[in-house]
T-cell receptor, first 118, second 118 residues
């Protein structure tokens, strides 16, 4: 089945530094990847839609200069949290959909990245 | 606006008993509906989907869900719960794509914690 690899699984960084999270589709091509943030109360918030070769589409309220998304190839999207602060501590999850298959295909999710900013 | 509601924060069942996790939706147009499961500190795993056709959809691990258009519901069910089914369950809806880009965001419910006791 389709596998999405997300790295790192855990990262601890100091306030003010930047952190990059990678999301790779291992056995399929993904023209579109989605980045979610999961809060302690469980809910998943869509942050942005990442399109290969073009700019990401950010959801309302998400700072694009703070959460930089790059989708340079059909198998890799990266999320960089710039100048991280403790309030950015969260669980970040990426997901990808296989290239157009004619019917709505399910999203495949990475295992998430637990970011802790001290 | 599209939305998904999971009215129960937690569902408790005894092992061997049937389980139901509720989901209702509000979308314009025909909905594409999904259920995902999340284990601690992991990404989401796809369980099943409804696109069209039979209202009763069978998915992974013995789960099934029933699409009810008149009640705008898509409840997740399993005839006999296992302790290993204990996890966080998300219902999601995707508005159909009309272009060839095959993007389409998933809107998630708040999540329901399923606790199966031996």
């Amino acid at each position: 089945g389709a596998v999405v690899s997300q790295h790192p699984s855990r990262v601890i960084c100091k306030s003010g530094t930047s952190v990059k999270i990678e999301c790779r589709s291992l056995d399929f091509q993904a023209t579109t990847m989605f980045w979610y943030r999961q809060f302690p109360k469980k809910s998943l918030m869509l942050m942005a839609t990442s399109n290969e070769g073009s700019k990401a589409t950010y959801e309302q309220g998400v700072e694009k200069d703070k959460f930089l998304i790059n989708h340079a190839s059909l198998t890799l999207s990266t999320l960089t949290v710039t100048s991280a602060h403790p309030e950015d501590s969260s669980f970040y999850i990426c997901s990808a959909r296989e290239f157009f298959k004619g019917v709505p295909s399910p999203l495949h999710f990475g295992n998430g990245t637990r970011l802790t900013v001290t | 606006a599209q939305s998904v509601a999971q009215p129960e924060d937690q569902v408790n069942v005894a092992e061997g008993n049937p389980l139901t996790v509720k989901c209702t939706y509000s979308v314009s147009g025909n909905p594409y509906l999904f259920w995902y499961v999340q284990y601690p500190n992991r990404g989401l795993q796809f369980l099943l989907k409804y696109i069209t056709g039979d209202n009763l959809v069978k998915g992974s691990y013995g789960f099934e869900a029933e699409f009810n258009k008149s009640q705008t519901s898509f409840h997740l069910k399993k005839p006999s719960a296992l302790v290993s089914d204990s996890a966080l369950y998300f219902c999601a809806v995707r508005v159909p794509d009309f272009g060839s880009s095959n993007t389409g965001k998933l809107i998630f419910g708040q999540g329901t914690t399923l606790q199966v006791k031996p």
